[in-house]
């Protein structure tokens, strides 16, 4: 069994040449641009992976600046409440006091009259 032969004409031929050497140029460009989308892939990558761990981070000291802030909290409520007994003791010395002085007005005021 033979081959077939065909014949083409020198235009076919160079038209056929052209075609070629587009579609190798054209392979050329999609194999430059796949290895720079293979290098853009990696930068993001790597960036992601910074971002992740930046995240992790952040959450690490948002958690402990939310324990500090409850402490604080805690610390400002127990030295509110301290404060409000203490006016509370203030409160009830100088009524003692005032009695106190109101008695001794009284006696004196009392033994200069009688």
Do not use: H, P, W
Request: hydrophobic share 35%.
């Amino acid at each position: 069994m033979a081959e077939q032969t065909y014949q083409i004409t020198e235009q076919q031929l160079t038209q056929l040449e052209q075609n070629l050497a587009q579609l190798s140029n054209n392979n050329q460009q999609l194999l430059q641009q796949l290895s720079q989308s293979k290098q853009d892939l990696t930068t993001a990558s790597n960036q992601l992976e910074k971002l992740k761990a930046q995240l992790v981070t952040l959450q690490a000291r948002t958690q402990l600046a939310l324990q500090q802030q409850q402490t604080a909290q805690a610390s400002l409520q127990t030295a509110n409440e301290s404060f409000q007994k203490f006016e509370q003791e203030v409160k009830s010395e100088t009524r003692k006091l005032k009695l106190q002085r109101d008695i001794g007005y009284a006696a004196f005021l009392y033994m200069a009259v009688k």
